[in-house]
């Protein structure tokens, strides 16, 4: 079974500084995609970026980064230069393998309520 | 862009009483996912479908629910006789393709309120 932690339910960060939401995984699959989702206040969830299992490089998308340790099971975002429209929840998401036909849920953390301060 | 749309936004119903809860997936999407968030909770999986038919579900999903595809754009979830602890976010999610790096494309949700 898949199980995603993420240990800060709240974080606080002053605009225009960096800031790291941590994300926990265990799995015993050798192949796996890891997924960070952004809720706005409103309620949507917002897809912001991914990192393959078998990925080399730690996945970037504009001021979103990921800092994937495989050995240590952990996939952290980092929000770079942060932004008062970045308060929201955050949730980090696990797909293990699945064939064609498996659906491949994803299983969600409990989320990481980040503010920004002006 | 192509977005998922769930309708309606907010559905209010009486314990006991049958709500179906509808979504329009991104036209060219294979898979397709039904989620729901309890107030201030984790979101969790309810079922997904594929091709016609459900292709996974979890422990959630029992004989109280069901979901349907149509006429080919549309995406049902069914709640046989709702109870309290049903009250929820319902997501409905759609996917393009079985690429492990392909993400689920989310609606804005239906919250669902039994009273």
């Known amino acids: 079974a898949q199980k995603i932690t993420q240990t800060q339910p709240g974080m606080f960060v002053q605009e225009k500084e960096a800031v790291t939401l941590d994300c926990t995984y265990d799995t015993s699959d050798q192949s796996y995609g890891l997924f960070w989702y952004k809720q706005p206040s409103s309620g949507e969830m917002i897809f912001l970026i991914y990192?393959?299992?078998?990925?080399?490089q730690n996945a970037t998308e504009g001021r979103y980064s990921l800092n994937f340790q495989k050995a240590r099971k952990s996939a952290n975002l980092v929000i770079s230069a942060s932004q008062l429209g970045d308060s929201a929840m955050y949730f980090c998401a696990m797909r293990g393998p699945g064939g064609e036909t498996s659906g491949s849920r994803l299983t969600f953390g409990e989320g990481t309520q980040l503010t920004v301060n002006p | 862009e192509p977005e998922v749309t769930q309708t309606p936004s907010h559905q209010v119903t009486q314990m006991g009483q049958e709500v179906i809860l509808r979504c329009v997936p991104i036209s060219n999407h294979l898979y397709f996912y039904w989620y729901r968030q309890i107030l201030g909770q984790k979101v969790e999986f309810l079922v997904s479908?594929?091709?016609?038919?459900?292709?996974?579900k979890s422990e959630i999903f029992d004989d109280q629910f069901s979901v349907e595809r149509p006429d080919g754009s549309n995406f049902t979830l069914k709640i046989r006789s709702t109870k309290l602890e049903d009250s929820a976010m319902y997501f409905c999610?759609?996917?393009?393709?079985?690429?492990?790096?392909?993400?689920?494309?989310f609606g804005n949700g239906t919250r669902l309120t039994v009273t």
């Open positions: 479908f594929y091709n016609n038919e459900i292709s996974e």
């Open positions: 990192q393959g299992s078998y990925d080399e």
């Open positions: 999610a759609s996917r393009a393709d079985s690429w492990n790096n392909s993400p689920l494309h």
